[in-house]
């Protein structure tokens, strides 16, 4: 259920701007926001994932849009409350870890596209040292996904969150996707070809 997710967004300013452009507004949800732990679809959905954007603020004031990318399962929930993921050199900007450090609040964006569906997921996070922090390093480092050791990890208090429809999402598939769809086709060529008289 999106109440937390709409009662942190869905100001009176916001409110405002729907009756201006709408003539309506969705009602008040109240002004104390309360965090909503992820159920076990949210978190599923979280661990089927291979990337998601993250989006701070950077220490300019500039909202700044990350995308993580990783083998299948890199983000953790580590409870229905908790995300986490390992976090490598990269580019080496630390951009959003400097981000984070300054202003928690971040807001998770995963696609699914071949599903049309889409999950937004409002937290608090902190960027820890991997050396200080062994155990979290262990919980999170994918099996197989870096050839580096991780450097830091980022971990994120679920606040709310919110499915969104389908609409204007464009499917797209991975290479792992494709190949698992084309697979009953390419085995049933072959059969046909076996048949085939020798020339």
């Given at each position: 259920?999106?109440?937390?997710?709409?009662?942190?967004?869905?100001?009176?300013?916001?409110?405002?701007?729907?009756?201006?452009?709408?003539?309506?507004?969705?009602?008040?949800?109240?002004?104390?926001?309360?965090?909503?732990?992820?159920?076990?679809?949210?978190?599923q959905?979280?661990?089927?994932?291979?990337?998601?954007?993250?989006?701070?603020?950077a220490?300019?004031g500039?909202?700044?849009?990350?995308?993580?990318?990783?083998?299948?399962?890199?983000?953790?929930?580590?409870?229905?409350?908790?995300?986490?993921?390992a976090?490598?050199?990269?580019?080496?900007?630390?951009?959003?870890?400097?981000?984070?450090?300054?202003?928690?609040?971040?807001?998770?964006?995963?696609?699914?596209?071949?599903?049309?569906t889409?999950?937004?997921?409002?937290?608090?996070?902190?960027?820890?040292?991997a050396?200080?922090?062994?155990?979290?390093?262990?919980?999170?480092?994918?099996?197989?996904?870096?050839?580096?050791?991780?450097?830091?990890?980022?971990?994120?208090?679920?606040?709310?969150?919110?499915?969104?429809?389908?609409?204007?999402?464009?499917?797209?598939?991975?290479?792992?996707?494709?190949?698992?769809?084309?697979?009953?086709?390419?085995?049933?060529?072959?059969?046909?070809?076996?048949?085939?008289?020798?020339?």
């Amino acid at each position: 259920m999106a109440r937390e997710f709409l009662r942190t967004l869905l100001t009176p300013k916001v409110r405002e701007a729907e009756r201006h452009y709408y003539g309506r507004s969705y009602p008040a949800l109240g002004d104390t926001s309360e965090p909503e732990a992820m159920t076990a679809d949210e978190m599923q959905f979280a661990a089927e994932r291979d990337s998601f954007y993250l989006a701070s603020i950077a220490e300019s004031g500039w909202p700044y849009v990350q995308h993580r990318g990783g083998p299948r399962g890199f983000l953790r929930a580590l409870s229905p409350q908790q995300l986490a993921f390992a976090d490598y050199g990269g580019n080496r900007q630390l951009i959003s870890v400097v981000a984070v450090s300054l202003k928690k609040r971040v807001c998770l964006f995963l696609m699914d596209y071949a599903q049309r569906t889409r999950l937004k997921i409002l937290g608090h996070a902190e960027v820890l040292d991997a050396r200080q922090h062994p155990d979290l390093v262990a919980a999170t480092a994918p099996d197989g996904g870096h050839a580096a050791p991780p450097e830091r990890v980022f971990r994120i208090d679920v606040h709310s969150h919110d499915w969104n429809c389908p609409k204007f999402i464009t499917p797209r598939f991975t290479a792992a996707e494709f190949e698992a769809a084309v697979a009953p086709l390419r085995e049933r060529i072959r059969e046909l070809e076996a048949r085939l008289p020798a020339p």
